[in-house]
């Protein structure tokens, strides 16, 4: 899964099916209510916690309804579920959120909705219930965001996913119970995230690993006050009284952020002996500094468990969930063996145990770009030129043809790999002249020191470059689909043979999108903006900012050419003055393996129906995968040059070589 896919959507005519995990607290537990007081208290630290989605949650289906209705089909909860409905009424809504009852959680969330958005009802189905309750892991959170996420695909409230968060730690407040912001932290999915807490502010930044994590987490099966651990934890702020009281700040503040930093070092290094150290160090600060506040901290079974002279071996190291005490535990395992081995010990010992494995994200190392068209609206000089070798003066004072630019951004921007798309085997030779054949010493010996240097990288970027061939001239999802053997089972950063791209920053435009990637490890279109006028033009992306810089969209609609009434009605989005923009697709993708193995379900279903000669689009593809498992837009620093028509190479050649 990925950023968006967080959640797993699956649009039917009326319904969609909706996943949301449980979430597990790594580190920095009790930090996001502390931090909150520094709305109070300047002397405060901000808090700071490692949370990650797991993969045990909720599966339901949900769809619009004249009322306000949950019920299940799910085998795990049954004889603790009761089927509910209520009418969309906000007393009565309140009404349940205050009783206490099983269902007061969905009814506190659908209540917020109804006062503020003015929504209709939604009828839910819960089909699969994977995570365990009352356990630390967030079962009653996960529900919330179930609940206002159903809302805002349902009715197309454009709420990013830290607004669903939010509403959902807003509806839960309308119940007796008092969770902390990180309990809605499974709204952003199975991977590890920091959260900072600073007064009323929360940021949400994901986080790589480098090697895999093996955790493993255990329902104690025990008991455990939430409520009265809270409360007395609470006693403390926002100002401490004693020295007891300030250990507690102390542990909860820069200390906790001091391990955490560290925590994130030894994940982004691949340290997991040093972050199984920094799990058992962070226990013992908790138990020194903050567990004497409240009995209700005296965990017994916690700690037998943690000591366990049987478990040792296995582990790096261990510490508690959630609010601590005897709720769950959590160790990270030395090996994906002794993880396995941990989860049957555990369950042997009566306790409910499961395995989370947090996996590095693919970097991407690998790139195509599609070279393979005629270039007819550059005929007649595509007859004895292919039109990526048109020369370009650049800024240096060389002249470079198009593909040695592209070429040089991606070994710039670390790609190791680089497959073009060719029309045939005929044009290799070109390639291979250019990039394999050294000049003659002749040549050579008329270049300034800068040329011959240049030279030497060509013939080195030479030793990158790998080809394949589009024999039948079936659209541009069909080109991209000859590299799929090329790209295996990685991303792969997909770029435009007839388009040139200028960064505004230090940073080569595709390393802006594979470093985005990283931070998201999802499908990815580069996209600017294009004036109303001309939407009629482009193929037209919308969505919902999902950061403050408005750079990166979470795209919920991918229309082509639309009309520029239709765009102007439905496919705006806001920036930051409120104001509408229309994105289209800037001509830098990062394609995951769903996307290939789309389009060779298309290709597939082409043969099948006997059609040899319809194009096979990219586009179809990658809103089939968007439909699937979500899209980002990234909005680069830079400009792109479309060079594939007169008026626009012209541009490219006066443009692109001013500094």
Known sequence: MLFFSYFCIIKQVNMMKLFVPGRLCLFGEHTDWAGHYRTMNADIAPGAAIVTGIEQGIYAEVEKSSIFELYSTAPEIEGVWQDFSCRMDELELKRIAKSGSFFCYCAGVASYMLEWYKVGGVRIKITGMTLPMKSGLSSSAAICVLVARAFNLLYHLNLNTLGEMNIAYLGELRTSSRCGRLDQACAFGVKPNLMTFDGDEIEVRSLNVKKHLYWVFADLCAEKDTIRILSDLNKAYPFPSNAKEQAEHDALGEQNLALVDKAIQCMASGDAEGLGRLMTEAEALFDAQVAPMSEALYAPKLHAVLHDPQIQPLVWGGKGVGSHGDGSVQFLARSEAAQQQLVDYLNAQGLKAYSLTLKPVHTVRKAIIPVAGFGTRLYPATRALKKDFFPIPCSDGMVRPVILILLEELIQSGIEEICLVLGSEEERQQYADYFERPLSDEHLSKLNTEAKELETRILNIGKHLHYVYQREKRGFGHAVYQAAQFAG???????????????????????????????????????????????????????????????????????????????????????????????????????????????????????????????????????????????????????????????????????YSCP
């Open 489 to 655: 089972n990685e991303p792969v950063l997909l770029l435009l043979g007839d388009t040139l791209y200028r960064s505004d920053s230090n940073k080569p435009c595709a390393l802006q999108m594979v470093e985005e990637y990283e931070r998201y490890n999802c499908l990815m279109v580069s996209i600017h903006t294009v004036p109303l006028a001309d939407v009629s033009h482009y193929g037209i992306l919308s969505g919902v900012w999902e950061d403050k810089d408005h750079t990166i969209l979470n795209v919920n609609v991918m229309k082509e050419k639309p009309k520029a009434s239709y765009a102007e009605e439905f496919l705006g989005v806001r920036n930051k003055d409120g104001a509408k923009e229309y994105y289209s697709v800037f001509g830098q993708y990062i394609l995951t393996p769903e996307v290939f193995a789309q389009l060779h379900e298309d290709i597939m279903q082409k043969e099948i129906d006997g059609d040899h000669v319809t194009e096979i689009e990219l586009t179809s593809a990658l809103e089939a995968v968007r439909h699937r498992s979500g899209m980002v837009g990234v909005r680069l620093k830079g400009r792109m040059f479309d060079m594939g028509n007169p008026n626009a190479l012209i541009r490219a050649v006066v443009e």
